[in-house]
């Protein structure tokens, strides 16, 4: 029975940030950036200590554009085995994020 447990405990889980200050926010930040191949990202709405889902928007349109078909990025943070990661909803690539989450109340 342990080892059932065990592979459980392990099983990614939707996760929040146990705190969302000016240095998490800025690694979160470099982690997405690199997922999405940009050097710097804008995130959507949301709290990251209340809510697992994190976007990141498109680049700005550039001074001769009146639209894009961009759409944001789907990212959501999950935890496995005590570690924290994101995970692109699209392409299903985690990315480990060096920070303290905790298991989301959903």
């Known amino acids: 029975?342990?080892?059932?447990?065990?592979?459980?405990?392990?099983?990614?889980?939707?996760?929040?940030?146990?705190?969302?200050?000016?240095?998490?926010?800025?690694?979160?930040?470099?982690?997405?950036?690199?997922a999405v191949g940009r050097a710097e990202v804008s995130l959507g709405p949301g709290d990251p200590t209340r809510s697992p889902k994190i976007s990141?928007?498109?680049p700005p349109l550039g001074p001769n554009e009146t639209r894009s078909p961009a759409q944001p990025a789907q990212?959501?943070?999950?935890?496995?085995?005590?570690a924290c990661m994101l995970v692109n909803q699209k392409t299903g690539e985690t990315h480990a994020l060096?920070?303290?989450?905790?298991?989301?109340d959903l």
Do not use: I, R, W, Y
Not at 13 to 33: H, I, N, Q, R, Y
Not at 98 to 104: E, G, N
């Open 75 to 82: 990212f959501q943070l999950m935890m496995a085995g005590g």
């Open 1 to 34: 029975m342990a080892p059932a447990c065990k592979t459980a405990a392990s099983e990614p889980v939707p996760a929040v940030l146990v705190e969302a200050g000016d240095e998490e926010m800025a690694a979160m930040k470099t982690v997405l950036a690199q």
């Open 98 to 104: 060096d920070m303290p989450c905790t298991p989301a």
């Open 56 to 58: 990141v928007l498109p």
